[in-house]
């Protein structure tokens, strides 16, 4: 199985990002230098009728421009910080390394601006799987969407967190990517995948929305789902990784 990871995707967005942050800094400077300068250099005086008009603009000045600044900071430390992979993504593909062959590849780190971010998508014969790749432990219930977390014996409460609506989302933001691409026909799945095993991480579904599986039990659990049977080609296999992984 291809284990990728779009790094140079990844990085030149982080590039392009850092850019732009450092634009909207400079902007934003520019802006309270010019509130400052209003200061500095008054061109109305105060007993001018219209002294307040001018004074309240160039307070705006002074806020927006301070605000924009910050604005830029805040991006260019996202920027900087911009994660090159997932390290759980990574696990789950060492993991499927070593039951699928080279006709399926696993992108891990998706992101695009037309997708969002994904965890993780397998591309095979049988279609595309979209992950949501949990590391969680606890004792979990899933009924259809919702989710519940045991707190303690017989009490629960509602997961702030909900992987299974995170999953639809994505599974719906696939089709519309492949469909824009004339792919609206590829069969798109959807997967909660478990790291941790029991009885760290422990989870009962009921006519669950989403199907969730351990990762030790990945390929068993979706035998009768999308591992059922094969439903394309390989060179549409080979288009979408491209796809994916550019």
């Known amino acids: 199985m291809r284990n990728l990871v779009p790094a140079r995707a990844l990085q030149r967005r982080s590039r392009n990002l850092l850019v732009a942050a450092a634009l909207v800094a400079l902007v934003g400077g520019v802006i309270a230098l010019i509130g ?60 499927l390394s070593a039951f699928l062959d080279d006709r399926y590849g696993f992108i891990r780190n998706v992101s695009k601006l037309s997708l969002g971010y994904m965890d993780g998508v397998l591309v095979g014969p049988p279609g595309v799987l979209v992950m949501r790749i949990v590391d969680r432990e606890g004792i979990l219930f899933n009924d259809s969407a919702g989710w519940l977390e045991q707190v303690d014996k017989g009490n629960w409460k509602t997961l702030r967190w909900n ?34 095993e029991m009885p760290a991480a422990q989870f009962t579904t009921r006519s669950p929305l989403v199907q969730v599986v351990y990762l030790s039990k990945f390929e068993y659990e979706l035998q009768p789902t999308y ?20």
Do not use: C, H
């Open 36 to 95: 400052v300068a209003l200061f500095v250099i008054p061109l109305v005086v105060p007993s001018n009728a219209s002294f307040p008009l001018y004074d309240g603009v160039r307070r705006l000045f002074v806020a927006l421009g301070v605000f924009t600044v910050l604005l830029g900071i805040l991006l260019i430390i996202r920027a900087l910080t911009w994660k090159q992979d997932n390290t759980l993504a990574e696990m789950v593909g060492q993991t």
């Open 163 to 196: 992987p299974t609506q995170e999953t639809v989302a994505d599974v719906k933001k696939m089709r519309e990517f492949l469909k824009t691409r004339g792919l609206g026909d590829t069969p798109v799945f959807g997967a909660i995948v478990f790291t941790k």
């Open 227 to 246: 591992f059922a049977k094969d439903r394309l080609d390989q060179t549409i296999v080979n288009r979408l990784v491209t796809f994916f992984y550019g």
